[in-house]
C-alpha cells in the first residue's frame, strides 16, 4: 500500500543542477520523517538527505552539504531534493522513503522501495 515514485533524474554535467521529486502513498505523510537515499555501483545504499516531520530540521552528510536541499510539501505528500553543484561522484541512482525517527540511527520506517531515479554526471 506504501507507494514511493521518485522523478527528475538524467544526465548532467559536473556544476550543474537538478531537482528531485517523490510522490508519496499510502501512509500518513506528515507524521514522519523523510528521507532521500542513493546508491553507487559498487557502493552501498547511502543516506544523504533528511527533513523532520514539518520540515524545520534537515540533515546532510559531509559529502553533499551546501549543495543539496530537502524540503517537503506535506499537503500533497511529496519531498523534494534539490542538487546544486554535481559532481561525479554523485552519479547514482536516488531514491525517497520514510525514516523512524530525525534523531538517532536512521533506520527505514517501511520495507519499501520505489524504482528510484537515475542520476547521472560526466562531461
Known amino acids: 500500500q506504501v507507494q514511493l515514485v521518485e522523478s527528475g533524474g538524467g544526465l548532467v554535467r559536473p556544476g550543474g543542477s537538478l531537482r528531485l521529486s517523490c510522490v508519496t502513498s499510502g501512509f500518513s505523510f506528515s507524521s514522519v520523517v523523510m528521507a532521500w537515499h542513493r546508491q553507487a555501483p559498487g557502493m552501498e545504499r547511502e543516506l544523504v538527505a533528511t527533513i523532520s516531520q514539518f520540515g524545520a530540521g534537515t540533515k546532510y552528510p559531509d559529502s553533499v552539504k551546501g549543495r543539496f536541499t530537502i524540503s517537503r510539501d506535506n499537503d500533497n505528500s511529496m519531498v523534494y531534493l534539490q542538487m546544486n553543484n554535481l559532481k561525479t561522484e554523485d552519479t547514482a541512482v536516488y531514491y525517497c522513503?520514510?525514516?523512524?525517527?530525525?534523531?538517532?540511527?536512521?533506520?527505514?520506517?517501511?520495507?519499501?522501495w520505489g524504482q528510484g531515479t537515475q542520476v547521472t554526471v560526466s562531461s
Open positions: 522513503n520514510a525514516l523512524e525517527s530525525y534523531n538517532g540511527t536512521p533506520r527505514p520506517r517501511y520495507n519499501v
